[in-house]
């Protein structure tokens, strides 16, 4: 079984750009949830989508959104990128999304912006 | 409000040394609770889970026990070894409605030969 998939690895991005990232979750899984990684801040939950549909969002300006499509797949995606938005984000898959239900989590992307 | 509190690192032991990485929690009701482990250069991987009070969750020589009482997860191993260096974070998920895991701030533990 695949496990969840992130596309691209790595990404170097000028300030002011724009950059999407897509997360293909593991077959089966309806509900993903995208997060950042940093040094300072740690973990941080950014949103979280289930059959199409935003859940939950954390707390992130509106620069930063998403969508889900019918398959599942997510894309998150990040407007007039500023330098403290170079960070790991990471996407998680889950069946349901709820309790007790494991999270299983891409490699992720790693966003520089310069 | 939910959060998970554990152990500032970093943390460097000797091989087939004892690890403690300490995880306390704030939540309504009761969560369930979940070790996750990121080796360099990549994303989490779940380590083990425990979804109700007294509940041990183990893995790959790991334990933990979900202690109501002192709103604790501590992860243990009685015997590192080198390929156990990585960051390890404590996370909680409230059982009730779909709200995301909130996570601590990680603890990264450096294993020497």
């Given at each position: 079984k695949a496990g969840v998939t992130q596309t691209p690895r790595y990404l170097i991005k000028?300030?002011?750009?724009?950059?999407?990232?897509?997360?293909?979750?593991?077959?089966?899984?309806?509900?993903?949830?995208?997060?950042?990684?940093?040094?300072?801040?740690?973990?941080?939950?950014?949103f979280e989508y289930f059959s199409e549909t935003q859940r939950n969002k954390g707390n992130f300006p509106g620069r930063f959104s998403g969508r889900q499509f019918s398959n599942s797949r997510s894309e998150m995606n990040v407007s007039t990128l500023e330098l403290?938005?170079?960070?790991?984000?990471?996407?998680?898959?889950?069946?349901?999304?709820?309790?007790?239900?494991?999270?299983?989590f891409g490699q992720g992307t790693r966003l520089t912006v310069v | 409000g939910n959060s998970v509190t554990q152990m500032e690192g970093p943390v460097t032991l000797s091989e087939e040394a004892f690890l403690t990485i300490n995880c306390t929690y704030t939540a309504t009701g009761y969560p369930s609770l979940f070790w996750y482990?990121?080796?360099?250069?990549?994303?989490?991987?779940?380590?083990l889970k425990a979804t109700k009070a007294?509940?041990?969750?183990?893995?790959?020589?790991?334990?933990?026990?979900?202690?109501?009482?002192?709103?604790?997860?501590?992860?243990?191993?009685?015997?590192?070894?080198?390929?156990?260096?990585?960051?390890?974070?404590?996370?909680l998920s409230p059982n009730s409605g779909n709200t995301p895991l909130v996570f601590g701030k990680g603890t990264r533990l450096s294993v020497i030969a």
């Open positions: 000028t300030r002011g750009q724009q950059v999407t990232l897509s997360c293909s979750p593991i077959s089966g899984h309806r509900s993903v949830s995208w997060y950042q990684q940093t040094p300072g801040q740690g973990l941080q939950f950014l403290g938005d170079s960070a790991l984000y990471l996407c998680a898959s889950s069946q349901t999304g709820e309790g007790a239900a494991e999270a299983f | 482990v990121q080796y360099p250069g990549e994303g989490l991987q779940l380590l007294d509940d041990k969750g183990s893995n790959k020589g790991f334990e933990a026990t979900y202690r109501k009482e002192t709103t604790s997860f501590h992860l243990e191993k009685g015997s590192v070894q080198v390929s156990d260096s990585a960051v390890y974070f404590c996370a």
